[in-house]
């Protein structure tokens, strides 16, 4: 569950969790629910996500210690929230679930930390990363992690608990993919300090029949949409 003091420090920046929003990544990413979120408007609907963050949050020390035994690498927990240390990004944070000490593993010989991600997924997604690799969603969120923290690597660890199957993938810093990250980020800040919202998807968008900012940000047209479909 997650508290109010949390949700009152999640406002004061950009996580790495809100990259899906602020790229408007489908299927859940709403860039303007991003603002009205970081603004501190009332959903108009309950935020129904605390189940799988709860989820993850118990199962991160698992993954964690899963990790530590296939790849050789140690990992050192991080306790608190990082910003990057420079004033012009100070809305830029991260909260790690772990940081990497060192590639033991030798699979990509990086010198210095990298940046652990630990991931629990079910069934469908498990298989679909199998096949086609990690989700672009996740890859974005690890270049952000490395832009707040400098580093130049990262690795996501992924767990199938109901079979206990494990995959990890390892990533390597991309300026390019950062530069285009921070761009986006910095003109969205702005926009939370001073205006104007984001536009608004398309009320067709399947992502606003389930977002808690539904009614107050699409109103009319999104109750249109309902009984046309009807």
Same mark, same amino acid.
């Given at each position: 569950?997650?508290? =109010? ?143 707040? *923290? ?11 608990? =109901?079979?206990?199957?494990?995959? *990890? ?62």
């Amino acid at each position: 569950m997650i508290t =109010e003091k949390q949700r009152i420090e999640r406002r004061q920046g950009i996580g790495g969790s809100d990259i899906q929003h602020l790229l408007n990544i489908e299927p859940y990413g709403c860039q303007r629910y991003l603002w009205m979120d970081k603004r501190g408007d009332e959903p108009d609907y309950p935020i129904l996500t605390e189940g799988a963050i709860k989820r993850g949050n118990k199962l991160e020390n698992i993954i964690i210690d899963e990790y530590r035994e296939v790849t050789g690498n140690k990992v050192r927990k991080v306790h608190r929230t990082l910003t990057h240390s420079s004033p012009f990004y100070d809305w830029a944070r991260v909260h790690l679930d772990g940081e990497i000490i060192g590639d033991h593993s030798n699979r990509m010989r990086y010198q210095g930390p990298g940046v652990l991600e630990c991931k629990s997924v079910g069934r469908q997604m498990f298989m679909k990363i199998k096949q086609e690799g990690i989700p672009n969603g996740w890859i974005l969120q690890m270049q952000y992690g490395m832009f707040v *923290t400098r580093r130049s690597w990262a690795s996501i660890a992924v767990l199938w608990a =109901e079979q206990w199957e494990f995959v *990890t993938f390892d990533i390597a810093r991309d300026e390019t993919i950062i530069d285009a990250i921070v761009s986006a980020a910095t003109s969205f800040w702005a926009r939370v300090e001073n205006g104007p919202a984001p536009d608004r998807l398309d009320p067709k968008d399947k992502r606003c029949a389930r977002c808690p900012y539904r009614t107050s940000c699409q109103g009319a047209a999104l109750l249109g949409q309902v009984a046309y479909n009807g």
